[in-house]
């Protein structure tokens, strides 16, 4: 049973933005700590942002400070991912991960749940 969907990815070019978004159908969404991540060819995994299911903790990975904004929309059941000023390293395929905790994880071992990645292409 897929429980989170992400949407949004796509080919743009340097300094170009796009909104990722990452639709949960969890039971705990209100209680979810949520997070994107992404995977460059080659690379592992890595953290980009994490944000608690308060909204009162947000964390990002220091290369996309001052660029990128995650956030959710508790009605909707949706988080979101706005990038601005891309760069081509930002080029991987993206995931969206939630785990029912009060915590705020940024290891991708500590999400048990996982969409099925959007790719980000960003050309110079």
């Known amino acids: 049973q897929v429980q989170l969907v992400e949407s949004g990815g796509g080919l743009v070019q340097a300094g170009e933005s796009l909104r990722l978004s990452c639709a949960s159908s969890r039971r705990t969404y209100n209680r979810d700590a949520m997070g994107w991540f992404r995977q460059a060819p080659g690379k592992e995994r890595e953290f980009v942002a994490a944000?608690?299911?308060?909204?009162?903790?947000?964390y990002y990975t220091d290369s996309v400070k001052g660029r990128f904004t995650i956030s959710r929309d508790n009605a909707k059941k949706t988080l979101y991912l706005q990038m601005n000023s891309l760069k081509p390293e930002d080029t991987a395929v993206y995931y969206c991960?939630?785990?029912?905790?009060?915590?705020?994880?940024?290891?991708?071992?500590?999400?048990?749940?996982w969409g099925q990645g959007t790719q980000v292409t960003v050309v110079s």
């Open positions: 991960a939630a785990r029912n905790t009060m915590e705020l994880p940024t290891s991708h071992n500590s999400y048990d749940s």
């Open positions: 944000i608690n299911w308060l909204q009162s903790r947000i």
